[in-house]
């Protein structure tokens, strides 16, 4: 049975960079041993480097911009993700939003330097679309649900089980369902339904304690994972 795909968003917050930043990043990484099963962490990207040295975890981008070197003033190229560590990024976080060229240049480039990309949505409707990019993964999140601790397997469960039939049609791309996941009934209704894994941001970085949530989290996955197999 492969290992679900669990990508915690570390996004902007106060504890998301600096000594926080790493503190929960070992929690993390402490529950992903632990498990035995991977962990992403898309985090900022100053963050970068120290986690891709000091830790086990996976560690992406939250963006990049899919540029050649040059003049590029205040750009990330995916060379600066990997010469850091890093061994992806997400691209077309709906906070992050970009245009569609610049996610088919992004998704190339990285490939061509294996990186691995996470390409998000924000309808089913796009995943087929996005999905014949080849990214590693496309990334499924209604916008309305992101940190509204009122997640997409519950509230939308047709937005998963739509996009489930979508990503059937790319083979060799995953999926993964996020936005406002809290608990581990969530967590094991996304991957029942047929996701990859789930993305999570909010429900991980402002808990008290966090490794018990991810812990939780990669519990009630593997079990329907295996319910599912
Ligand atoms: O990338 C992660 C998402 O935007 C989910 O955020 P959330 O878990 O706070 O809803």
Do not use: W
Not at 20 to 47: D, L
Not at 98 to 113: G, Q
Not at 119 to 145: F, Q
């Amino acid at each position: 049975m492969k290992p679900p795909i669990i990508l915690i968003n570390y996004k902007a917050y106060e504890n998301s960079y600096g000594e926080r930043g790493y503190e929960i990043s070992r929690k993390i990484e402490k529950v992903s041993k632990e498990y035995g099963v991977p962990v992403i962490v898309t985090v900022p990207a100053t963050m970068i480097y120290k986690l891709s040295k000091e830790t086990e975890l996976i560690v992406y981008a939250q963006h990049v911009d899919g540029l050649e070197h040059g003049a590029k003033t205040g750009s990330i190229l995916p060379e600066m993700v990997k010469d850091a560590g890093g061994k992806g990024s997400l691209l077309n976080h709906s906070e992050r939003r970009i245009r569609l060229d610049e996610i088919h240049d992004a998704v190339i480039r990285m490939r061509k330097i294996g990186l691995e990309s996470v390409v998000c949505v924000d309808r089913y409707e796009l995943v087929y679309s996005m999905g014949i990019l080849k990214p590693d993964a496309i990334l499924i999140e209604p916008p309305e649900l992101i940190g509204s601790g009122v997640a997409v397997s519950k509230a939308k469960p047709e937005v998963i089980t739509k996009a489930v039939d979508e990503i059937k049609k790319v083979p060799g791309v995953y999926l993964v369902a996020g936005a406002g996941i809290t608990s581990g009934e969530d967590v094991y209704k996304a991957v029942e339904l047929g996701a990859d894994g789930i993305g999570v941001a909010s429900a991980v970085m402002r808990a008290k304690e966090p490794e018990r949530v991810v812990a939780e989290f990669i519990n009630q996955a593997l079990k329907a994972l295996e319910k599912r197999s």
